[in-house]
């Protein structure tokens, strides 16, 4: 065990480490905010990280498993998929499949307050003939009206009940929907309005098939993609991961770097503090060695003053994580942070081995502190 | 009767080689036994504080020999010597050397814990140590919250605190006023009759001749005299340079 525990039992220590940080109260409190600041940066740019990829996660939450698409479509965000509207009692036959939707989707220009205009993917997927559970119904609004995520909303300048205008149809927003950022948001019509809006008789954009649970994803889709001609199937997981691919492509490497910074800070402030009270502590450290600690003892000094510092920035950056992303996200809507506990597990585990890690540097000093420099007045 | 708790022979520290070299401590003869005070006496720069360092295994000789109850020091491993450092030997030093950060009890405390002893046991016995050095109502005190009589004695408790037979001090009077010279003088000669330990006493500070049972005086690494006080106060020489004390 380290040597400050603070248990009162048997193997309780005297606290040396403890004392040595809360010597210097002022110093300590700037290295625990050190590290919380670091760690605050992480976990702020892993959580809009998790945000903005896991915008794409609206297609797991669909009543649906596959979807047929026009042939070479890459994801719904960059490929226009336009499909014959009638295969829709086929498609039912497909051994597996128990539901097909027609989807109607596009890309669509919203007017914002300040006059300049917002693009949203906008869908509208036919009601399946079985009742819909309660949580489904946002993505099936009535004719008339839309469904819309709250940053089009804000920029939109409408509330739940007010009208937006989409290319000359006035249509009331039903509800808004959680989510949505600068880069992708979504917008839900009913078909009715769809179509006239997309403007393309006789076609579809997708089939969304509801399938039998247990049912082969795969050989439906293959089943599904051979009734629809120039046609090819995709998972909704296909399509939910198709936007974090994106993210990921544009935005993984530059996360990383941030992060890998964030915790060198950290790794330094660390360091630094540890390194200071040892150098200053250097004749304390001597006179322990000269009354005959072994190395041991002194070194868990050293680590348990890296780990207090590490565990007390960690704490506090968390802390101040969860807060920053719950103020934000109501301040500004678009700055979509996803903080996962098992992110915040990560980051604290590698924050106390940083730790352990920045007790080097002064471990290896206290190796060369001579124990007879405490004969010198 | 002569125990030989402490035998140091022919002990030399030389520093540097060439035109650079210097013999800090030159065949050091010197023999201390329980219950004895030795007091090695020299001017500045004769070698005082490196013999000590040698015989606490804080400073390898460059020869000789360093027996502490029997055990040859020497010729252990640098390893070893923390080990020895918290088993057989006791340091009072002249700045007292107390963690600051550390209350009077947790200095001595500290010790104990080096030693192996911690917990509830580890409090107690500094408490009785810092009770027998005259300190029970200073044991909550920050170091640097004490007078200088008060953290040499805390210091002298800290070297007991892992009962070594053997206790080296280092000008242990020095940075303290007349009386409380005094007070760290008689501790250490009950030390050494009471409890039955040795003490070799590094010091320029003539006060110290009174509970000296043997005066070693050391110049240029050597020693040129060595006294034994009677008990009426007259000096008597009682081994010139050179011989085995």
């Keep these: 065990m380290f040597p400050d525990t603070g248990e009162d039992d048997d193997r309780r220590m005297v606290p040396v480490a403890r004392r040595n940080l809360f010597a210097d109260k002022g110093r300590f ?7 919380a600041f670091a760690v605050l940066l992480i976990l702020i740019v892993v959580s809009l990280y998790r945000g903005w990829s896991g915008a794409g996660s609206i297609y797991s939450k669909l009543p649906g498993e596959v979807w047929v698409a026009q042939a070479g479509t890459i994801d719904p965000f960059h490929s226009t998929s336009l499909l014959p509207a009638n295969r829709a009692a086929e498609l039912l036959r497909v051994p597996g499949v128990v539901g097909v939707m027609p989807v109607y989707a596009r890309h669509l220009a919203f007017p914002t307050r300040g006059g ?61 929907l959680s989510g949505g950022n ?40 293959k089943a599904a993609a051979a009734l629809v001609p120039g046609s090819e199937a995709h998972t909704s997981a296909d399509f939910a991961g198709a936007f974090s691919r994106l993210v990921n492509s544009g935005f993984l490497s530059v996360v990383g770097v941030l992060v890998a910074i964030g ?37 868990r000094i050293v680590v348990w003053q890296s ?22 996200s109501r301040w500004v809507p678009e700055f979509v942070t996803d903080l996962r506990v098992l992110d915040v597990l990560g980051v604290f585990a590698v924050a106390v081995l940083m730790s352990v890690a920045a007790s080097f540097v002064p471990v290896r000093r206290l190796n060369r502190i001579d124990p007879a420099m405490v004969f010198r007045a | 009767m002569t125990t030989g708790l402490l035998r140091v022979e022919g002990l030399t520290k030389v520093f540097g080689a060439g035109r650079t070299r210097v013999v800090a401590v030159g065949g ?103 009770v027998d050095a005259g300190l029970e109502d ?7 919250d004490l007078s200088a009589g008060e953290r040499q004695r805390v210091a002298i408790a800290r070297a007991l605190a892992n009962d070594p037979p053997l206790i080296l001090a280092d000008e242990p009077t020095a940075n303290l006023d ?44 050597v020693v040129t005299r060595v006294e034994a006080p009677e008990p009426s106060g007259a000096v008597v020489s009682v081994a010139p340079r050179g011989s085995a004390l």
């Design chain 1, 29 to 35: 409190a700037m290295s625990v905010g050190g590290v």
């Design chain 1, 116 to 176: 300049e205009r917002v693009d949203a993917y906008a869908m509208a997927i036919t009601a399946p003939t079985v009742r819909l559970a309660p949580d489904l119904r946002p993505y099936f609004p009535a004719p008339g009206h839309i469904v819309v995520e709250r940053v089009l909303a804000d920029a939109a300048g409408v509330r739940s009940g007010g009208t937006l205008r989409v290319l000359g149809r006035s249509l009331v927003v039903d509800r808004l």
């Design chain 1, 182 to 221: 600068k880069i992708v948001q979504f917008a839900f019509l009913n078909p009715v309005d769809a179509k006239a809006l997309l403007g393309q008789p006789g076609r579809v954009s997708y089939y969304l098939l509801r399938t039998r649970p247990g049912a082969d994803l795969g050989t439906v889709g």
């Design chain 1, 263 to 299: 915790f060198v800070v950290g790794g330094a402030v660390i360091a630094l503090t540890t390194y200071t009270a040892t150098v200053e502590k250097a004749r304390d450290y001597g006179v322990l060695k000269a009354v005959g600690a072994p190395g041991s003892f002194l070194y």
């Design chain 1, 307 to 328: 780990l207090m510092v590490g565990l007390a920035g960690s704490l506090l950056g968390i802390g101040a994580s969860a807060l920053v992303a719950n103020l934000v």
């Design chain 2, 28 to 130: 050091v003869d010197l023999v201390t036994d329980r219950g004895e005070v030795t007091l090695v006496m020299g001017p500045s720069g004769s070698g005082k504080t490196t013999l000590l360092t040698m015989i606490g295994c804080l400073l390898r000789p460059t020869s000789g020999r360093v027996v502490i109850e029997g055990l040859d020091v020497t010729e252990l491993p640098v390893r070893e010597h923390p080990r020895i450092r918290r088993t057989l030997v006791g340091f009072v030093f002249q700045t007292f050397n107390l963690l600051d950060a550390l209350s009077a009890r947790e200095n001595v405390e500290v010790a104990l814990n080096i030693g192996g002893v911690k917990g509830a046991a580890a409090t107690e016995h500094a408490r009785r140590l810092l």
């Design chain 2, 138 to 144: 200073r044991l909550d005190f920050l170091a640097h």
């Design chain 2, 178 to 221: 007349t009386p409380h010279g005094r007070d760290v003088m008689k501790l250490l000669r009950a030390l050494t009759r009471r409890q039955h330990r040795g003490a070799v006493v590094v010091s320029h500070d003539e006060r110290l001749r009174a509970i000296a049972d043997r005066i070693v005086w050391l110049e240029d690494g």
